[in-house]
């Protein structure tokens, strides 16, 4: 997986629509993007950039010092003629977030990250489910924001699930919610900003902000205790007007199969979900649940013309078997010509995908910079 680069991204959302009470925000946030995609800057080169005046780029960096979140970092070096520019960049005690990711197999991650996606320090329980496992998260949320040095600009989580844009987690059999008000919850309980979506639009917005995902088209697979799904079309995670764009765990595979979490019988988390194929028994049993995968992506690839592919989960389950099986029944199922373009490929837990894209969540919808 790559790491993050300096240079200019593409692709990216835009900011949206600016009322004349937000200017400031988001001009703040164009500063902000700049640091955070190019490095340290001159207030000049930010004026430059960003379209600002100097007088307005110099009087939002003073703001962005005494807040902390940048640092003049001296001189930028060469000889030049004139007074030497002195460049600001991102601080060394910028805020941090509180990341929480509820994906897992009875596991619920948590840790402080810094907003370039850089994990400082994490912990993690044992995750119930019903009221039992709100109040696991209540729990570890406080003992981070207890060990926490630094400011906290927010709490991020990332559930599995249909979650609405206020934080409200509508349906999420797996650990028994309905109509939970998780992000009020937590704020309540902490005084911080909440932030809540699902499990596999955090790890998608991750792959592609921190990592290597196409941000021209993405879908990524998170494979944990369900089986989720994140679309990313041209810079932007989908949600849908449903809300339940990616949700392929929950598509029927087998009619006579299992029953699932959501009532239904057979669906693909049966056969594709962590304590699956930890009972699968032989390398037959892997490929054909690699099979019934390619299978659900196939038409999701070839309609909506993506080629970047990723399977994220335990790496020692998804890589070798079931990863080929994947690969073949796409081949098989599309077009000949999306199927040489289509890339299947395994990005393992260790990685923390959605605690990293809790960060990029948080610092998007606190700060503006995507």
């Keep these: 997986m790559s790491q993050v680069t300096n240079g200019p991204r593409t692709g990216r959302r835009p900011l949206g629509k600016v009322l004349p009470g937000d200017a400031r925000r988001h001009h703040l946030a164009l500063v902000l993007q700049q640091l955070f995609d190019g490095g340290p800057r001159s207030r000049a080169d930010l004026a430059r950039e960003t379209g600002l005046t100097r007088v ?15 640092a003049e970092l001296g001189h930028r070096p060469g000889v030049r003629q004139g007074k030497p520019a002195t460049l600001v960049g991102l601080a060394g005690t910028a805020p941090v977030v509180i990341g929480l990711d509820l994906s897992g197999d009875g596991i619920l991650r948590g840790a402080l990250i810094d907003l370039q996606g850089e994990i400082l320090a994490s912990e993690h329980v ?8 709100v109040g696991e998260v209540v729990a570890l949320a406080r003992s981070l924001q207890e060990s926490s040095t630094r400011t906290l ?7 599995p699930g249909i979650i609405n844009d206020t934080g409200t987690v509508l349906h999420a059999p797996n650990l028994g919610w309905s109509e939970l008000d998780l992000a009020d919850r937590l704020q309540r309980e902490t005084g911080l900003p909440t932030h809540v979506a699902n499990d596999a639009n955090m790890a998608t917005t991750a792959e592609s902000t921190f990592g290597a995902g196409d941000e021209a088209g993405l879908l990524l697979v998170t494979i944990g205790h369900g089986v989720g799904g994140g679309v990313l079309i ?15 765990g929950h598509v029927v595979v087998d009619p006579d199969g299992p029953t699932c979490a959501c009532g239904n019988r057979g669906c693909l988390e049966t056969t594709l979900a962590v304590p699956a194929l930890r009972e699968a028994k032989s390398a037959a049993e892997l490929s054909a649940a690699g099979t019934r995968l390619g299978s659900v992506l196939s038409p999701v690839v070839t309609t909506l013309g993506i080629a970047d592919v990723v399977l994220y989960g335990p790496i020692e389950l998804l890589d070798g ?5 994947t690969q073949d029944a796409l081949a098989h199922q599309t077009l000949p010509f999306v199927a040489q373009q289509v ?3 395994v990005v393992p837990l260790e990685n923390e995908l959605v605690l990293k894209g809790a960060a990029a969540f948080v610092r998007y919808r606190e700060i503006g910079v995507v």
């Design 126 to 133: 044992p995750l119930s489910d019903g009221e039992a496992a």
């Design 153 to 159: 600009l927010g709490i991020g989580i990332g559930a």
């Design 321 to 325: 078997h079931l990863l080929t099986a």
């Design 343 to 345: 890339h299947v490929r």
């Design 234 to 248: 041209d810079g932007r995670v989908l949600s849908g007007p449903l809300l339940s764009s990616g949700e392929i």
């Design 56 to 70: 307005t780029v110099s009087d939002l960096v003073s703001e962005l010092l005494t807040t902390g979140m940048v």
